[in-house]
Antibody, heavy 122, light 111 residues
Framework: QITLKESGLTLVKPTQTLTLTCTFS??????????VGWIRQPPGKALEWLAL???????RYSPSLKSRLTITKDTSKNQVVLTMTNMDPVDTATYYC??????????????WGQGTLVTVSS | QSVLTQPPSASGTPGQRVTISCSGS????????VSWYQQVPGTVPKLLIY???QRPSGVPDRFSGSKSGTSASLAISGLQSEDEADYYC????????????FGGGTKLTVL
């Protein structure tokens, strides 16, 4: 059974850097085709994909946020870390991490972590 | 504004069949497979369809997906009250960055 859980500060001040950790179990991030992604959802709004890291350490970022995001993995700890710099109140959202699976040509995010609400406020 | 366009809302009565559309381009739906996610209010998004029309185990066969050209659709037959939720389509977008994109979401109301 695959599970993921997000952790990190839930209240950050404007201009600060957000660091979120996704701790997972039930799969290995060293297996071909596997990845972990981050998705966020502002209150009452739509899902927004942020970043994805693959088993081979390839990384993909949202073009609109690329300059502010860094995604890394620690395979031995079963963890993926997302950092987002220069936080702003518009970044207030629930942040989810999710298991990424692929079997060409298909790919999907499943399952998702429970999410963590991050509030940006002074 | 997402590159995948969904209607903001849809509705139906119990037992009806409803469809939700997702319009994209040759850079996303036209060249990659589509997945769909269901988010019941207050809960975590759940994978409903992957590979355009494949259902993960546990998803009722009332849910079906299809794709034609640069558009995709999610159909729900035998609508039930518990189907009231937000539905999102998603796909890879083949640009300079090769990024994943979600549609803007469709809120389904069961009348």
């Amino acid at each position: 059974q695959i599970t993921l859980k997000e952790s990190g500060l839930t209240l950050v001040k404007p201009t600060q850097t957000l660091t979120l950790t996704c701790t997972f179990s039930g799969f290995s991030l060293s297996i071909s085709g596997v990845g972990v992604g981050w998705i966020r959802q502002p209150p009452g709004k739509a899902l927004e994909w942020l970043a994805l890291i693959y088993w081979d350490d390839d990384k993909r970022y949202s073009p609109s946020l690329k300059s502010r995001l860094t995604i890394t993995k620690d395979t031995s700890k079963n963890q993926v870390v997302l950092t987002m710099t220069n936080m702003d109140p518009v970044d207030t959202a629930t942040y989810y991490c999710a298991h990424y699976g692929s079997r060409w040509p298909n790919n999907w995010f499943d399952p998702w972590g429970q999410g963590t609400l991050v509030t940006v406020s002074s | 504004q997402s590159v995948l366009t969904q209607p903001p809302s849809a509705s139906g009565t119990p037992g009806q069949r409803v469809t939700i559309s997702c319009s994209g381009s040759s850079s996303n739906i036209g060249s990659n497979t589509v997945s769909w996610y269901q988010q019941v209010p207050g809960t975590v998004p759940k994978l409903l369809i992957y590979g355009n029309n494949q259902r993960p185990s546990g998803v009722p066969d009332r849910f079906s997906g299809s794709k034609s050209g640069t558009s995709a659709s999610l159909a729900i037959s035998g609508l039930q009250s518990e189907d009231e939720a937000d539905y999102y389509c998603a796909a890879w977008h083949d640009s300079l960055n090769h990024n994943w994109v979600f549609g803007g979401g469709t809120k389904l109301t069961v009348l």
